[in-house]
């Protein structure tokens, strides 16, 4: 593959535009990206722009801090579904997962995987918040939930992926999930490093800028 068959060309901020959104989805058509990623706001807005083209639209859930009640990320998940998006990026319950509650991580998941059927689940796990037993946890509920992805970070923690942490995601999920690293990965030096770790996708505002530079 191509590295820009790894990229998830990414805009979240909460500043986001109408324009600025427009702008991500034509530069991800033109530079061949495998998907856009965006607020469940702009779903519609991207899936419209994408049309005719072979990029896929992820839209986040939960998203970035993970606390909204179950009800609310399933409900967002049909909603970002019904309005064109492929893949789903949810924000696990961090909280639940530090309070040790399990089942109700995993059953957050399963009800969202349920939810969008054979569109692709991404589950953030934000590792910067997690001890590597959690990760490990974290990864082993999400693989149990049915879940395609595991994935580090929204980028709006404390801080995002990390080579250490993909490795030990890597060693928990094996073949059983892929791994979408996603959190300060802005050249492509870096990016190439995690894909010879067996990473599926990066997730990164500098897609350009990885994709351009030999």
Known sequence: MQIQDYIDHTLLKP???IS?????CKEAIDHKFYAVCVNGCYAKLANEQLQGSSVKLAVVI????????TTSKVYEAQNSVE???NEIDMVINVGWLKSGKLDLVQQE???VKKAIGDNVLKVI???CYLSNNEKIKACELAIAAGADFVKTSTGFGTGGATLEDVKLMKDVVGNKA??????????RATALKYIALGISRI???SGIAIASTL
């Open 62 to 69: 939960g998203f970035p801090l993970g606390g909204v009640s």
């Open 20 to 24: 600025e959104i427009e702008k991500l």
């Open 125 to 127: 796990i934000e590792t």
């Open 178 to 187: 892929r791994i979408k690293a996603s959190g300060g990965i802005k050249d």
């Open 15 to 17: 500043t986001a535009t």
């Open 109 to 111: 998941i399963s009800s």
């Open 83 to 85: 309005n064109g998006a």
């Open 203 to 205: 997730g990164t505002s």
